[in-house]
T-cell receptor, first 109, second 115 residues
Framework: KQEVTQIPAALSVPEGENLVLNCSFT??????LQWFRQDPGKGLTSLLL?????REQTSGRLNASLDKSSGRSTLYIAASQPGDSATYLC????????FGAGTRLTVKP | NAGVTQTPKFQVLKTGQSMTLQCAQD?????MYWYRQDPGMGLRLIYY???????DKGEVPNGYNVSRLNKREFSLRLESAAPSQTSVYFC??????????????FGSGTQLSVL
């Protein structure tokens, strides 16, 4: 059974800081890994999708990497802004889709 | 673009009552999903429908039933609500399942409380 873990559960940083969110998974037989953003009281919005054959994906200030052999993915956010404050979840698609519990990010002005 | 629409947004039930959560997507997606989100546990899959006319159990199906009414609509029914079903429920859709490049699109959620 795939287990997905996100550490830390919460993170607070000052505006402008570069930061890394972590996601680890136990089964490397995956189709893709996705990063989502969730704002309070809202649904999930897909940020980045990394296919199993890819090593990284970039969108604006976001960069996600994937290392299947070690069962790890990172989401790098450059020059963080207060508007980046949200919960970030990773999800791994294999035989099914498993989510991590998320990292709640607060960016202080 | 409406995307994935869920109704209702909030619901309070008494133990033993029944209700149906509605979900519709306008993206012509084949696959639809129901998840529940509980604090500290991430999202867990209740049921999914890979294509019109098919449904399959997910990780936590007990106490729920689903109906894929047509390609657009996928409903989740609680026949006899229990306090353990207090949660936030999300409907999602994708063009296909278990594909290398398929993104999931989510509705805004239904916050359900069972007293």
């Amino acid at each position: 059974k795939q287990e997905v873990t996100q550490i830390p559960a919460a993170l607070s940083v000052p505006e402008g800081e570069n930061l890394v969110l972590n996601c680890s998974f136990t089964d490397s037989a995956i189709y893709n890994l996705q990063w989502f953003r969730q704002d309070p009281g809202k649904g999930l919005t897909s940020l980045l999708l990394i296919q199993s054959s890819q090593r990284e994906q970039t969108s604006g200030r976001l960069n996600a990497s994937l290392d299947k052999s070690s069962g790890r993915s990172t989401l790098y956010i450059a020059a963080s802004q207060p508007g980046d404050s949200a919960t970030y979840l990773c999800a791994v698609v294999g035989n099914d889709m498993r989510f991590g519990a998320g990292t709640r990010l607060t960016v202080k002005p | 673009n409406a995307g994935v629409t869920q109704t209702p947004k909030f619901q309070v039930l008494k133990t033993g009552q029944s209700m149906t959560l509605q979900c519709a997507q306008d993206m012509n997606h084949n696959s639809m999903y129901w998840y529940r989100q509980d604090p500290g546990m991430g999202l867990r899959l209740i049921y999914y429908s890979a294509s019109e006319g098919t449904t399959d159990k997910g990780e936590v199906p007990n106490g729920y039933n689903v109906s894929r009414l047509n390609k657009r609509e996928f409903s989740l029914r609680l026949e006899s609500a229990a306090p353990s079903q207090t949660s936030v429920y999300f409907c999602a859709s994708s063009e296909m399942t278990r594909a290398t490049n398929e993104k999931l699109f989510f509705g805004s959620g239904t916050q359900l409380s069972v007293l």
